[in-house]
């Protein structure tokens, strides 16, 4: 199984729920499972803007090993904003079972692998909250460049304190309220 984004979730029951009651029936349960499946929980515009990005970075690599396609794949989740390794995209696409035995990778199973790299994402940063956090929901602030830095992202101290900024007019804003 897999966990499919929030965003997916909702976009699904929007879809399947037919019957507008927001409860779920046994068939619409059943199409519910099949929409997720089909779309690896990613949103409509997430899986357009994969696809384009797919459409152009496969354009005129006809007959590419699947060495080149890991490449092409690592430099769309690098786009995309995810930090892997050549190596751990190589890995996941390995992961993925070719069925049509081609050396190419094809869209659908391009999805798979972005649905594995965002997975592996959120199980690194369940694992960044064990070591840093104070419980498994909660991240001091002082430890932020740190978790950041694990997961491979490293924002500048201007971008930090930044967020730090932002975060603390929210807040006060919150109180206000």
Same mark, same amino acid.
């Given at each position: 199984?897999?966990?499919?984004?929030?965003?997916?979730?909702?976009?699904? =029951?929007? $879809?399947?729920?037919?019957?507008? %009651?927001? &409860?779920?029936?046994?068939? *619409?349960?059943?199409?519910?499972?099949? @929409?997720?499946?089909?779309?690896?929980?990613?949103?409509?515009?997430?899986?357009?803007?994969?696809?384009?990005?797919?459409?152009?970075?496969?354009?005129?690599?006809?007959?590419?090993?699947?060495?080149?396609?890991?490449?092409?794949?690592?430099?769309?989740?690098?786009? =995309?904003? $995810?930090?892997?390794?050549?190596? %751990?995209? &190589?890995?996941?696409?390995? *992961?993925?079972?070719?069925?049509?035995? @081609?050396?190419?990778?094809?869209?659908?199973?391009?999805?798979?692998?972005?649905?594995?790299?965002?997975?592996?994402?959120?199980?690194?940063?369940?694992?960044?909250?064990?070591?840093?956090?104070?419980?498994?929901?909660?991240?001091?602030?002082?430890?932020?460049?740190?978790?950041?830095?694990?997961?491979?992202?490293?924002?500048?101290?201007?971008?930090?304190? *930044?967020?730090?900024?932002?975060?603390?007019?929210?807040?006060?804003?919150?109180?206000?309220?």
């Amino acid at each position: 199984g897999y966990a499919p984004t929030l965003q997916g979730t909702m976009e699904a =029951m929007e $879809y399947i729920d037919v019957d507008g %009651d927001m &409860r779920i029936d046994l068939l *619409e349960f059943d199409n519910l499972r099949e @929409y997720l499946r089909k779309t690896e929980g990613m949103t409509k515009e997430a899986i357009a803007d994969l696809k384009e990005l797919f459409e152009k970075a496969t354009k005129g690599t006809e007959g590419s090993s699947r060495d080149a396609a890991s490449e092409e794949v690592w430099r769309l989740t690098s786009l =995309m904003g $995810y930090s892997c390794t050549v190596q %751990d995209i &190589r890995n996941i696409t390995k *992961e993925v079972e070719d069925a049509d035995n @081609y050396e190419e990778l094809i869209f659908p199973e391009l999805m798979k692998v972005m649905r594995l790299v965002r997975e592996q994402e959120k199980d690194r940063i369940v694992d960044i909250f064990k070591v840093y956090g104070t419980d498994t929901d909660t991240l001091p602030i002082e430890y932020l460049a740190l978790g950041l830095a694990d997961l491979g992202y490293y924002p500048s101290e201007d971008a930090i304190y *930044e967020l730090l900024d932002h975060m603390s007019e929210t807040m006060a804003e919150e109180d206000f309220l």
